[in-house]
Antibody, heavy 118, light 107 residues
Framework: QVLLQESGPGLVKPSETLSLTCTVS????????WSWVRQPPGKGLEWIGY???????NYNPSLKSRLTISVDTSKNQFSLRLTSVTAADTAVYYC????????????WGQGNLVTVSS | EVVLTQSPDFQSVTPKQKVTITCRAS??????LHWYQQKPDQSPKLLIK???QSMSGVPSRFSGGGSGTDFTLTVNSLEAEDAATYYC?????????FGQGTRLDIK
């Protein structure tokens, strides 16, 4: 059974960079596509972007200018980096797996709440 | 981007009742529409993929249907454990998008 676990700081200052890592266990990161999805407190879900094991990426245009998603197959991990954060970036950040870039998400990680505040 | 509009936003229902949630897409997405259940303080769980294919382990009272722009998630004979927020998600076009969610409250 594949498990995903997000890790990273829970508090980031405005204008700084948010960095999160998702560790995949119970299976290989290869041959799948790996996404980040976020959910502001009390609100709905927003797809952030994905990365393939090859390193190929696709980003939501709303975040593209500030976003980098990368993969480290040797560690079975992929990462998110979001620059110049504001309070609007406060959310639970989930990592999730899909078979291809345009596909359903299953499974999901448990989520990592990131608060942007000074 | 494809806008998904769910209705209703909220519904309070009694056990054993049948409920139908609709998801309307702003353009034709074929059957690339998936449904998730999210309980408080939990991550979303995939219930239905490609409009009507139930995931393994999901109770048979959950079913999905539709194609093109109009989709439904039906829960027959609701149980207390079905209290959650339900989201639709389209994967036909990038960026992928979600509906705003429908919260089901069980009386």
């Amino acid at each position: 059974q594949v498990l995903l676990q997000e890790s990273g700081p829970g508090l980031v200052k405005p204008s700084e960079t948010l960095s999160l890592t998702c560790t995949v266990s119970g299976g290989s990161i290869s041959t799948y596509c790996w996404s980040w999805v976020r959910q502001p407190p009390g609100k709905g879900l927003e797809w952030i972007g994905y990365v393939y094991d090859s390193g190929s990426t696709n980003y939501n245009p709303s975040l593209k200018s500030r976003l980098t998603i990368s993969v480290d197959t040797s560690k079975n991990q992929f990462s998110l980096r979001l620059t110049s954060v504001t309070a609007a970036d406060t959310a639970v950040y989930y990592c999730a797996r899909s078979r291809t870039g345009r596909n359903f998400f299953d499974p999901w990680g448990q989520g990592n709440l990131v608060t942007v505040s000074s | 981007e494809v806008v998904l509009t769910q209705s209703p936003d909220f519904q309070s229902v009694t056990p054993k009742q049948k409920v139908t949630i609709t998801c309307r897409a702003s353009q034709n997405i074929g059957t690339s529409l998936h449904w998730y259940q999210q309980k408080p303080d939990q991550s979303p769980k995939l219930l239905i993929k490609y409009a009507s294919q139930s995931m393994s382990g999901v109770p048979s009272r959950f079913s999905g249907g539709g194609s093109g722009t109009d989709f439904t998630l039906t829960v027959n004979s609701l149980e207390a454990e079905d209290a959650a927020t339900y989201y639709c998600h389209q994967s036909s076009f990038l960026p992928m998008t979600f509906g705003q969610g429908t919260r089901l409250d069980i009386k």
